[in-house]
């Protein structure tokens, strides 16, 4: 009470003392504060949620295009054997949605990116 420590600064958030063994963090460059505040109020930059919502939509793409190459791949098949039709019906089945999975992934991935 009363005495000052000249060594020892206070957070500016929570005006708690911040120790010797702990690093006191720099806030908008001007206020002292003590590693719990500073995680608390530091803003964390968005970017990693654009880049994990990128790679989503690029995760459908990839997805929708193996599901076209299986579904020619079945439908080549199906055809060289004498128009298999359930080979080919299946190929159609790979396709259709391969192709819906690859357009949305596209979409999207434009409409998030801006
Ligand atoms: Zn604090």
Redesign the pocket.
Known sequence: MGKTQPTAET??????V?GKLETPHLLHGEHV??????Q?LHPQPPVQTIEATAKLWKAVQAIGVLGILVGVVMLVIGIRNQGDAAMTGLGALFIVPGCIGYIVGRVCAWWFHG
Request: hydrophobic letters at 20%; aromatic letters at 8%; charged letters at 30%.
């Open positions: 957070c500016d958030n929570c005006g708690r911040i504060v003590c590693a719990d505040c500073y608390r």
